[in-house]
């Protein structure tokens, strides 16, 4: 048996063994140049002293774990905040946007565009100092409006990415519009959308490290404090290597969540393909011409 070749895409021809192998080096020549800049960012660190016992020691106590372990949650819990009310924000405002009511689709342009147009910080600094709101809402409330307006466009250009026809079709069979959505367009744009969704949560999840700057005591503001430290030797760089895999870890795990979710939806039985037997011959009525 000869092994199969790899299908043509619309994006590129199939490569060929010189190609494979031009590519191979390519790739070998970049990892070199990879491993190269991260054993000259260890060797850096190792002459500015970064790995030695008297900077690593704090994170033995445990005042500093619990420091550590309770930004993590707050900044977890602003983010679920963030999360759940960026998504009903964002699909209220794509309700509007799609709605067929010129005065209600013109108003949620407005809040859109304003909202997608201003600065996060400028809006969490605006609800914490101007209406005097505690750091947790003001977070909240910052990464709500400026997320869910960026969702509603996305809502917005999924749902009209489904072919036309699809909709027309549903009409024809005396579908009203919102059944329209909510049975055909929604389900189908859900799949494209649901990578670019994903992308903008984990712009929610890193932006909550603003919260530090009103004083919100989140994952980074707990770093700054463990940084700033005198008594401990000025951890900055040791703190930096502690919370950045873990930041790096959680929109991986994100990720991994819309992954194991598109497959999900693949498996499910209402998005697979249905088998149709095939026909069968069948023989007329004698001097009838109709099938028995």
Known sequence: MTAHAPAATAL??????????RHLLYG?????VILGIVAWVVVLLVDTHQFTAAKWSPFEYKGVQELLLRGLANTLRA???????????GGLLACGRLSEHRPLRWAATLVVEFFRA????????????ALKVQPLPALVTGLTLYNGSVLAEV???GVNAVDRG?????????MYKTQVMTHILVPQALRAMLPTIISQLVVALKDTSLGFLITYEEFLHAGKLIASNLDY?????PVVMIICPIYIGMCMLLSWLATWAARRQRRSPKTE?????????????????THP
């Open 79 to 89: 983010f679920g905040y963030a999360a759940v009310l960026s998504l009903a924000l």
């Open 155 to 157: 809502f917005r250009t």
């Open 28 to 32: 070998l020549a970049a990892t070199a």
């Open 166 to 174: 699809q909709r027309e079709a549903a009409y024809s069979l005396g």
């Open 273 to 289: 393909a249905v088998e149709v037997a095939p026909a069968e011959p069948v023989t007329m009525m004698p001097g009838t011409g």
């Open 118 to 129: 201003m600065p996060v910080l400028v809006m969490i600094f605006f609800v914490f100092v």
């Open 233 to 237: 030797d000025l951890p900055f760089i």
């Open 12 to 21: 590129y021809d199939v490569p060929g063994p010189h190609a494979r192998r």
